[in-house]
């Protein structure tokens, strides 16, 4: 576990603004990202993640504008996923201001991926994005747990416990562990997939999907996290960073 506890608030992004749904469907609109990134800066965010939700083409411009416009004006750790699929892709996010990339469903397309950015842009550049789910209808894996795509309604059948574990021998730095049953739900994280994840990994884990009250933090960095993310409950004032920051300090732990 790194020394610090980092909290990180994620904006997802649907063509230039930030959006919040349930399950990553009903989405509503809840501001502008460099607006929303100006101001978690400010409350002493350690990180920030932007996902593009649509990931199109014709949303990739804007989103590298949104990037490049945030990057101008803080100065903390910039995460960028959605619709990367190419080291080029990273190449592009890399020089408009990001720090590191997210990928997902490329990288389950074609695992090479992973290898080929860690090799050309360093491991700590990518962040493996996991959508994992219990299992549910007739795909079985070993553990219980199952990759998703398309925002949690495509099944992959993947084992999602043995794909981080094989991610982090190709080279993925950090794994963005997003709990789909969780997600949007504000009823606490996916305790037991924390868990298992961290079992089989060393590289960081954060954390995601579920974060509903400041008492929700606290048993993800138990339980094996080392950041945690959210992303509603800062977007709609339900508490601020400090408040999350806060909590982790009275349960021991270190933050910045």
Same mark, same amino acid.
């Given at each position: 576990?790194?020394?610090?506890?980092?909290?990180?608030?994620?904006?997802?992004?649907?063509?230039?603004?930030?959006?919040?749904?349930?399950?990553?469907?009903?989405?509503?609109?809840?501001?502008?990202?460099?607006?929303?990134?100006?101001?978690?800066?400010?409350?002493?965010?350690?990180?920030?993640?932007? &996902?593009?939700?649509?990931?199109?083409?014709?949303?990739?411009?804007?989103?590298?504008?949104?990037? *490049?416009?945030?990057?101008?004006?803080?100065?903390?750790?910039?995460?960028?996923?959605?619709?990367?699929?190419?080291?080029?892709?990273?190449? *592009?996010?890399?020089?408009?201001? #990001?720090?590191?990339?997210?990928?997902?469903?490329?990288?389950?397309?074609?695992?090479?991926?992973?290898?080929?950015?860690?090799?050309?842009?360093?491991?700590?550049? &990518?962040? &493996? *994005?996991?959508?994992? /789910?219990?299992?549910?209808?007739?795909?079985?894996?070993?553990?219980?747990?199952?990759?998703?795509?398309?925002?949690?309604?495509? *099944?992959?059948?993947?084992?999602?416990?043995?794909?981080?574990? /094989?991610?982090?021998?190709?080279?993925?730095?950090?794994?963005?562990?997003?709990?789909?049953?969780?997600?949007?739900?504000?009823?606490?994280?996916? &305790?037991?997939?924390? /868990?298992?994840?961290?079992?089989?990994?060393?590289?960081?884990?954060?954390?995601?999907?579920?974060?509903?009250?400041?008492?929700?933090?606290?048993?993800?960095?138990?339980?094996? #996290?080392?950041?945690?993310?959210?992303?509603?409950?800062?977007?709609?004032?339900?508490?601020?960073?400090?408040?999350?920051?806060?909590?982790?300090?009275?349960?021991?732990?270190?933050?910045?």
């Amino acid at each position: 576990m790194s020394l610090a506890v980092r909290v990180i608030p994620c904006l997802d992004v649907d063509a230039g603004r930030v959006v919040k749904g349930v399950h990553f469907e009903n989405l509503r609109d809840a501001g502008d990202p460099v607006e929303l990134a100006r101001e978690y800066y400010r409350q002493g965010a350690d990180e920030l993640t932007f &996902l593009d939700v649509t990931a199109s083409s014709s949303h990739r411009q804007t989103m590298i504008d949104v990037v *490049s416009r945030t990057a101008e004006q803080i100065f903390i750790p910039l995460t960028v996923g959605g619709g990367v699929r190419t080291p080029e892709d990273v190449d *592009s996010l890399l020089r408009c201001g #990001a720090d590191k990339v997210g990928v997902n469903t490329a990288a389950i397309n074609d695992p090479t991926l992973i290898s080929r950015v860690a090799e050309r842009f360093g491991n700590q550049v &990518l962040v &493996l *994005s996991v959508d994992a /789910r219990r299992e549910k209808g007739e795909q079985h894996t070993k553990s219980g747990f199952e990759v998703t795509t398309m925002g949690g309604r495509k *099944s992959t059948g993947i084992d999602a416990i043995w794909w981080v574990k /094989r991610a982090e021998e190709l080279g993925a730095g950090e794994i963005l562990l997003n709990s789909m049953d969780a997600d949007g739900t504000q009823e606490g994280f996916d &305790l037991e997939m924390i /868990r298992a994840v961290r079992r089989e990994v060393k590289i960081p884990i954060i954390a995601s999907g579920g974060a509903g009250k400041v008492e929700d933090f606290p048993p993800a960095i138990e339980a094996g #996290a080392d950041a945690v993310l959210a992303a509603s409950v800062f977007h709609y004032g339900k508490m601020t960073i400090g408040d999350v920051k806060d909590e982790l300090r009275r349960h021991g732990y270190t933050v910045r």
